[in-house]
């Protein structure tokens, strides 16, 4: 019997003080999604990102249309 994937629950965040960021490694490739505080400069993980759909995931839970880049 094949199982319908659960229908995701969008999820939110403060995007007055927050921006959707993208953390990769140069040496091994790991990318890790998450939220920088515009601020303090400090970047909170919220997904470890293994192939395109994990990011198309992280997209669509958080309403984010364009992620950037930090090495």
Do not use: W
Not at 18 to 46: L, Q, W, Y
Not at 54 to 69: M, N, Q, R, T
Request: net charge positive; hydrophobic share 35%.
């Amino acid at each position: 019997m094949i199982k319908k994937r659960a229908q995701m629950q969008k999820a939110s965040y403060d995007k007055e003080n927050k921006i959707p960021v993208m953390k990769c490694s140069i040496c091994n490739g790991e990318r890790v999604a998450g939220f920088k505080d515009i601020h303090t400069g400090k970047f909170e993980e919220v997904m470890f990102i293994r192939d395109d759909s994990d990011l198309a995931e992280f997209k669509e839970k958080y309403g984010v249309e364009v992620i950037s880049k930090e090495y």
